[in-house]
């Protein structure tokens, strides 16, 4: 199972992003193989619709969960759909190190 | 002669009926009117996102005693952070709440009032739940107060973070 975690950089001791559309970089984790690729956000300097089009790449990735800051109305309508688990952390200050410990 | 006489029948028999007509008509009006001031038009309900992450808000420093504090409704606060927070305009938003964008503003309206209300009288605010529904539901860990969804294909239900089962909806919480 593939997890994204919003980044603010791509390494595993960068910190969290705690916003969703307009993250500088996506961590993908694999639950299965333990092994981490960060995606770079394409669109996070979109003047409109970066929350949808964050939404569209991580339906893409085939990620199955979501681990961000908050969520805006579009993109979680999208992440509903393709029944994506969304998962608002109050981590501002942690690393993805730290989070990819929490959820293993 | 009798066929002025039947002219005149006619005219007085269309005359009252007429008058009769316009009887009911009026009656039927009145019943109407009647049954509006009775039964308040049907309120929609209002999609919201996510209540707000807090109870309430107290002023403080100021002079004089308790006040009376104010009620802003989930729906308006809402409004606020679509409007002001996300900056969508009027028409996203209230398409997103699931309202026509007259009644989008008004709750606006009343939420701006609400706030400017609390700052000038120094009144507290408080999060009440007034008429809105969260269009998918949200649970929070009670353990490390992370707030997730569950999508249908899930069927374990724990916290996807620290595995937890000390789990339960956001709607009841608040």
Redesign the interface.
């Known amino acids: 199972m593939k997890t994204i975690i919003t980044s603010q950089g791509k390494e595993t001791h960068s910190l969290f992003d705690t916003r969703f559309g307009r993250a500088e970089w996506f961590c993908l984790y694999d639950e299965n193989t333990g092994e981490t690729r960060f995606v770079e956000n394409k669109n996070r300097d979109s003047n409109h619709g970066a929350g949808t089009r964050a939404a569209e790449q991580i339906v893409e990735l085939k990620a199955e ?1 979501v ?1 961000s800051g908050d ?4 993109a ?2 999208l ?2 759909q393709f ?8 981590g501002e200050g942690k690393s993805i190190s730290e ?1 990819i410990q ?2 293993k | 002669m009798s066929h002025q006489h039947s002219a005149d029948i006619c005219k007085h028999v269309l005359n009252i009926s007429r008058i009769d007509f316009d009887f009911c008509f009026e009656n039927i009006l009145i019943i109407f009117v009647q049954v509006l001031q009775i039964m308040p038009r049907r309120k929609r309900r209002r999609r919201i ?1 996510a209540p707000p992450g807090f109870k309430g808000y107290r002023p403080y420093g100021h002079m004089q005693g308790r006040m009376d504090h104010v009620e802003l409704l989930f729906e308006e606060y809402e409004a606020i952070k ?1 409007a002001d927070y ?1 900056g969508m305009n009027h028409q996203e938003a209230s398409a ?1 709440m699931g309202v026509s964008r007259p009644t989008f503003a008004r709750i606006y309206e009343s939420a701006r009032r609400k706030i400017a209300r609390a700052l000038v009288e120094t009144r507290e605010i408080r999060s009440a739940s007034g008429n809105a529904w969260m ?2 539901s ?1 649970f929070l860990c009670q353990d ?11 069927l374990d239900k724990y916290c ?3 595995k937890s089962e000390n789990i339960q909806t956001i709607n009841t919480s608040l």
């Open positions: 969960k681990i969520f805006g109305p579009r979680k309508e992440l509903d029944n994506i688990q969304m998962v608002i952390l109050q989070i929490m959820i | 996102v679509l996300d997103l269009d998918s949200w490390c107060h992370s707030r997730f969804t569950m999508p249908s294909t899930l996807p973070l620290c």
